[in-house]
Structures are given as structure tokens and as C-alpha cells.
């Protein structure tokens, strides 16, 4: 099962640290952004192209796959060498030439839930990436608004399987944008894989308190070995109920 993991965006050295221990810990793949959309201009957005020798370095010392966000066909050519999966972020779900360009390159798409996308909406943009040619398309449900501000979004664990009965394509769950709380991460994640989930993207960080972006929901190493004790346990059991 893939779990996607790390910091929500690559701050400096650190990221080898958190690259190291996730990998240790049971991560298949690694997060962590470099060009990071935000909801205002004035916030922190990432190192950019600073973090790119951050990102080899990270995934020549683990020697896993690496997941990034491109907003735009120039972030796309920038990180196209050192990204295995290219990840379409919520914020971007909805932009259907963007989609079309993701549809023309030869890497897997992440394609994350819109904020205010229905499933049968989220079916139909992974159809602009696939109609243009690029079958190898993922689905992410991170949680859509709702009128409940206790959580940042509201995960919609009902997504999971009615994407199943829709399409062919995997779907995975990222409790850490669709709760944006930390302590919610683990219930959410394990909600998830019984309802179906091929996978999890969380997210990690080796000082969350101090972390430039989504500290709030990111799990400590402790929490996310936590997590993946559970995670491994939540298998077992969906075994033995589908067995
Ligand atoms: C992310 O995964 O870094 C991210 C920004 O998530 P989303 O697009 O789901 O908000
Ligand atoms: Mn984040």
C-alpha cells in the first residue's frame, strides 16, 4: 500500500531527517513541497527552485519515490526531472488545461479533491488527464468545505468507496489536509482504509510547533510511528473481514 509522507513543504536540511525516519518507519513514497499554493500571497510559499537539490538529496539517501504539487506547465518542466508523481492540488483540481497538461506527460498524477467538488465532478477531471493520454492517474480525497469549522475540512470517507464503484482508478486518503488536527489524523486514516483506501498521504515534520506550513495537523516521528503501527494492524484485520 502506498503511504505518501513528510513535511507539507520542504524547509531546508531538515527534510533529509524527516525523509530518513519516515522511510525507517514504514513510508513508501515522500512528500514535500516546493512551490507551494497558498490562500494568501503574503504567506510563506516554499523554497521553489532552492529546494530541488533538497529533494535529490532526500531521495538518493531513502531511495523513494518522490511526490510534488506543479500549479503551472513551468513548475511542471522545472520539477520534471526530479519528480516521480506529479500531484494536482486541491486549490488547482478544477483547471481543466492544467489537467489536460498533466494528461500529456509521461509521470503519474495525484489529482487531490477540490474544495467544492462533487465525486461525480472528481471522476470527470481525472477524465482531462486521461483522455489526453496518461492513464496513470490517482485520486486523493482531502476533504471538502462544509459548514463545520472545528475541522479545516470535512473528509467525505463516503468518497473512498463510491469512487470505486465509479472508475477503475485507485483512490487514497489525506486525513492531514482532511482534518487539519493532528489528533484527528490517525482515526481518520484508519476510517479510510476500511472504507477502501489504497493508500494515505500524510503529513510529517521533525518540530511541527515550528514548522512554516501545516504544523497544526503534521504528526510528530512518535505520532506517525503511532499511525503506522496501526495502519499495519488496520490490514490485518481488513484481511481477515474480506477473507
Ligand atoms: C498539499 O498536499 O501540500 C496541499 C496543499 O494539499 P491540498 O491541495 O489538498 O490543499
Ligand atoms: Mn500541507
Known amino acids: 500500500m502506498m503511504i505518501i509522507a513528510g513535511p507539507c513543504a520542504i524547509e531546508g536540511d531538515n527534510f533529509i531527517t524527516i525523509a530518513k525516519v519516515v522511510k525507517e518507519l514504514g513510508a513508501t513514497h515522500l512528500r514535500g513541497g ?110 471538502i468545505r462544509t459548514f463545520e469549522p472545528y475541522t479545516r475540512n470535512t473528509f467525505d470517507v463516503s468518497c473512498i468507496p463510491a469512487i470505486h464503484d465509479l472508475c477503475d482508478l485507485q483512490i487514497i486518503a489525506d486525513p492531514s489536509h482532511g482534518t487539519g488536527r493532528v489528533e484527528l489524523v490517525t482515526p481518520v486514516a484508519l476510517a479510510a482504509l476500511a472504507a477502501g483506501a489504497d493508500g494515505l498521504m500524510i503529513e510529517v515534520h521533525d518540530d511541527p510547533p515550528k514548522a512554516m506550513t501545516d504544523g497544526q495537523q503534521s504528526l510528530t516521528f512518535a505520532e506517525f510511528d503511532q499511525l503506522m503501527r496501526k495502519v499495519n494492524k488496520m490490514q490485518e484485520a ?6
Not at 481488513?238 to 477473507?243: G, K, N, S, Y
Open 34 to 143: 516546493i512551490f507551494k499554493p497558498r490562500s494568501s500571497p503574503f504567506r510563506w510559499s516554499g523554497l521553489h527552485e532552492a529546494a530541488i537539490p533538497l529533494a535529490r538529496e532526500a531521495k538518493r539517501i531513502t531511495g523513494l519515490p518522490y511526490v510534488v504539487e506543479a500549479m503551472n506547465a513551468k513548475q511542471i518542466e522545472l520539477l520534471y526531472d526530479v519528480a516521480d508523481y506529479f500531484q494536482v492540488g486541491a486549490r488547482n483540481q478544477q483547471d481543466s488545461e492544467l489537467l489536460r497538461e498533466f494528461g500529456r506527460q509521461d509521470k503519474p498524477v495525484i489529482l487531490k479533491r477540490g474544495m467544492a467538488t462533487t465525486i461525480e465532478e472528481f471522476v470527470m477531471a481525472a477524465d482531462f488527464i486521461t483522455t489526453e493520454g496518461n492513464k496513470n492517474v490517482i485520486l486523493c480525497e482531502r476533504g
Open 238 to 243: 481488513l484481511e481477515w473481514i474480506t477473507d
